[in-house]
T-cell receptor, first 113, second 111 residues
Framework: GESVGLHLPTLSVQEGDNSIINCAYS??????FIWYKQESGKGPQFIIDIRSNMDKRQGQRVTVLLNKTVKHLSLQIAATQPGDSAVYFC????????????FGRGTSLIVHP | DARVTQTPRDKVTEMGQEVTMRCQPILGHNTVFWYRQTMMQGLELLAYFRNRAPLDDSGMPKDRFSAEMPDATLATLKIQPSEPRDSAVYFC?????????FGPGTRLTVL
């Protein structure tokens, strides 16, 4: 059969709006999570991390929320700018100190000026 | 400003040729990863090292891929012989206690 590419979920927002990117992780033993931003032609860039003993962490214009009950992460970007347009990945690390990030498929964020 | 560096940034080669990609991890990081990214499969973990010891290379095609870390400042990924299906962007990443940072990648095209 015909092969298809990886269809990424896409979020389109207007400049200045707040963006929320969601991620469901798979392993209840995961205890450390990282959000990455990947711009076209570049490597994934570390944005913010959170450990499982927290449910919220804030950075500059970004906030990560963790809901361990439903194995869900979200990345909130305040006052989204055109420079925020990129693919965003969440990565989970299974506990026990192994620290091997496993990546989801990513979400494409498009910011319209 | 510490960062992971990779060379070459772009490589075009012909099927059957040997390809070697190099990575300099961030000084002090004890874990080094090799990932491959394609449109079809996304980001795949190929291999990783901790304190220079190879811990897992189950993500790599064993017959043609090899990963080594001859010293703390150099990690290599070699493909011999290369095939068109190896065309992808190869990322090296290094980390310490879970904080993992990626290099800019090597875009490999095998004709």
């Amino acid at each position: 059969g015909e092969s298809v590419g990886l269809h990424l979920p896409t979020l389109s927002v207007q400049e200045g709006d707040n963006s929320i990117i969601n991620c469901a992780y798979s392993n209840s033993a995961s205890d450390y999570f990282i959000w990455y931003k990947q711009e076209s032609g570049k490597g994934p860039q570390f944005i913010i991390d959170i450990r499982s003993n927290m449910d919220k962490r804030q950075g500059q214009r970004v906030t990560v929320l963790l809901n361990k009950t439903v194995k869900h992460l979200s990345l909130q970007i305040a006052a989204t700018q055109p420079g925020d347009s990129a693919v965003y990945f969440c990565a989970e690390n299974i506990g026990g100190g192994s620290y091997i990030p496993t990546f989801g498929r990513g979400t494409s964020l498009i910011v319209h000026p | 400003d510490a960062r992971v560096t990779q060379t070459p940034r772009d490589k075009v080669t012909e099927m059957g040729q040997e390809v070697t990609m190099r990575c300099q991890p961030i000084l002090g990081h004890n874990t080094v990863f090799w990932y491959r990214q394609t449109m079809m499969q996304g980001l795949e973990l190929l291999a990783y090292f901790r304190n220079r010891a190879p811990l897992d290379d189950s993500g790599m095609p064993k017959d043609r891929f090899s990963a080594e870390m001859p010293d703390a400042t150099l990690a290599t990924l070699k493909i011999q012989p290369s095939e068109p299906r190896d065309s992808a962007v190869y990322f090296c990443a290094s980390g310490l206690r879970g904080m993992v940072f990626f290099g800019p990648g090597t875009r490999l095209t095998v004709l």
